[in-house]
């Protein structure tokens, strides 16, 4: 069974406000990465990183921040939440070479923006 | 480019057979990985092939061909609870997954 846990589970906010999604992991994985997903459609990776203080950006990811101070924790933050940003949004942890591929998911952060 | 093509939708029927192809062009092969997605659920591993050939987990089995640049997943004695997208992914050069559309299996009783 996977160790990896996401706060909040559901949000609901309004346009403008500031929100970080918390992601943390109890496997010592040193990769992580944020997808966003709308419901039926394919994964698109916003964020990822593969160590303390290694962050990279993904395909989607010019309106979030990531960081990486710990290993076990790789927080999201959007600083002005649009309605544009509603959607669900999975954290993930993968182990060393060819395990990389070996994705371990949360349950993900669906994210309402009225 | 690099691209990763899979049906977009199938239909099976209870205790029946399917295979749900996958075919891609990436550069770089460092393994091929078949996840399932129940509907608003997170993404769980299924099965991982790097070398040619099929592998078995139970009633599911993964095929590959590298120089075919193909894949499937073959699900047998298919179950209701078997209802689910099925995402193909390739790890490529970099160790970078990418990720198809995945195909939507719908079981009818």
């Known amino acids: 069974e996977a160790d990896i846990y996401q706060t909040p589970r559901y949000l609901v906010i309004g346009t403008g406000k500031k929100i970080t999604l918390e992601c943390s992991q109890t496997m010592g994985h040193d990769k992580m990465y944020w997808y966003q997903q709308d419901p039926g459609m394919e994964l698109h990776l916003i964020h990822y990183?593969?160590?303390?203080?290694?962050?990279e950006k993904g395909d989607l990811s010019s309106e979030s921040t990531v960081s990486r101070i710990r290993t076990e924790h790789f927080p999201l933050t959007l600083e002005s939440a649009r309605p544009s940003h509603t959607s669900q949004y999975l954290c993930?942890?993968?182990?060393?070479?060819?395990?990389?591929?070996?994705?371990?998911f949360g349950e993900g952060s669906r994210l309402t923006v009225l | 480019g690099q691209n990763i093509d899979q049906p977009t939708e199938m239909t099976a029927t209870e205790g029946a057979i399917v295979q749900i192809n996958c075919t891609y062009q990436t550069s770089g092969f460092n393994g091929l990985f078949w996840y399932q997605q129940h509907a608003g659920e997170a993404p769980t591993f299924l099965s991982y092939?790097?070398l040619d050939g099929l592998e078995e987990k139970g009633r599911f089995s993964s095929f590959l061909s590298r120089s075919k640049g193909y894949s499937y997943l073959l699900l047998k004695e298919l179950q209701m609870k078997d209802s689910a997208s099925y995402l193909c992914?390739?790890?490529?050069?970099?160790?970078?997954?990418?990720w198809g559309a995945g195909t939507k299996l719908i079981i009818k009783p």
């Open positions: 993930a942890s993968s182990g060393p070479g060819d395990l990389t591929g070996e994705l371990f």
């Open positions: 992914a390739v790890l490529d050069s970099n160790y970078q997954l990418i």
């Open positions: 092939n790097v």
């Open positions: 990183s593969y160590g303390v203080n290694s962050t």
